[in-house]
């Protein structure tokens, strides 16, 4: 037995678009790339809490110049052990004086040299 339109409108919602721009962002990188100009599929309820989820991630990816730091260690940074790495990205804190840095950034990427005994990481704010 077929559904009929009433029972396909009581089972169904029609999705809905939100979108975030920053023309400051536009004009200092006019040769980044937009990632946001393809749609990412997300499903929530409330039209709200999509929007929240989008500013939050725009907030984080939309900074003109992040912190983007390679660090070098001789020491383990025991991530996924002592740092968890799920489920959330390890986040560290950044402190430059001379540079006037103070931030705090999340891992980006993190190697190990066997060759020299020594733990790298990347960061980005």
Do not use: W
Request: charge should be negative; glycine fraction near 4%.
């Amino acid at each position: 037995m077929s559904a009929d339109p009433a029972d396909i409108a009581r089972f169904t919602n029609d999705g809905v678009v939100v979108s975030v721009v920053d023309a400051a962002i536009e004009a200092a990188h006019p040769e980044a790339s937009d990632e946001f100009s393809d749609p990412i599929e997300m499903f929530f309820v409330n039209q709200a809490d999509g929007l929240t989820m989008l500013t939050e991630k725009f907030g984080l990816r939309s900074l003109i110049n992040p912190a983007h730091e390679g660090i070098e260690v001789e020491e383990s940074l025991r991530l996924g052990q002592v740092i968890p790495i799920a489920p959330t990205v390890p986040c560290f804190r950044i402190v430059d004086e001379k540079r006037g840095l103070d931030v705090v950034v999340r891992t980006r990427a993190y190697a190990f040299e066997t060759e020299q005994d020594r733990f790298s990481i990347e960061v980005i704010q």
